[in-house]
Each structure stands twice: as C-alpha cells, then as structure tokens.
C-alpha cells in the first residue's frame, strides 16, 4: 500500500519561503512520477509540479517557474517543494500525489495515491 505523508506547511509573509515534504512508503516502481498539486477555496485543484523518481525529470506549471523547485531523495523516499517568493494567490492547500497511471502529468486524475495535504498561507 502506497502512503503519502505531506510536512512543511505554514503560515508565511509575502515574498518569502517555504520547504514542503511528501515522505512516499509503499513505492513500488522506480520508475514512477509524483507530482504536487494545490487546492483553494473555491477552486479546482491544479497542478503544481512533478518529477520523475528514475530520470529527475521535472514539470511545472507556468505560474510557479522560477520560484518553486521539486526534488527527490531516492534513499529518504521524499520528494520536497521548495517555494520561494511566495504570493498571496499560492495559498492552498498542497497535496502530494504518486502512482502516476499515465496519461496527462498535469492532471490530478492520473494519478492514483494522494496525501492528506499541508495548509499554506501566505499574508500580505
């Protein structure tokens, strides 16, 4: 069984970071994405970031490049967001998401094993 732990969250000023976790157990595959994605109130969830656990290939949505980064620990069997210059508007709650089924990486359906999720708010 695949669990999906997220940490990291809080409550942080405009402008400065962050640095969530997802602690992954139960991976079985390799080869395998896990992405992070983030829910508002009132809002559809939307895709954040993924990598690739085998290759460190990396997406991210437009909104977010060149402020956050995702990584992976293959021996811790993490994988990080680190989010710098936060906005107001990158308040949400974020989920981890792993067991990529394929198809589209962007959307949250691909995947199969989601975290709880870590609240992120970020004051003006």
């Known amino acids: 069984q695949v669990l999906l732990v997220e940490s990291g969250g809080g409550k942080v000023q405009t402008g400065d970071s962050l640095m969530l976790s997802c602690e992954v157990s139960?991976?079985?595959?390799?080869?395998?994405?896990t992405g992070w994605f983030r829910q508002a109130p009132g809002k559809e969830r939307e895709f954040v970031a993924s990598i690739d656990w085998s290759g460190g290939r990396r997406n991210y949505a437009d909104f977010v490049k060149g402020r956050f980064t995702i990584s992976s620990d293959d021996h811790k069997n993490t994988v990080y967001l680190q989010m710098n210059r936060l906005r107001p508007e990158d308040a949400a709650v974020y989920y981890c998401?792993?067991?990529?089924?394929?198809?589209?990486?962007?959307?949250?359906?691909?995947?199969?094993?989601w975290g709880q999720g870590t609240q992120v708010t970020v004051t003006s």
């Open positions: 139960g991976r079985t595959f390799s080869t395998d994405y």
């Open positions: 998401a792993a067991g990529y089924a394929g198809g589209d990486l962007y959307n949250q359906f691909a995947y199969n094993h």
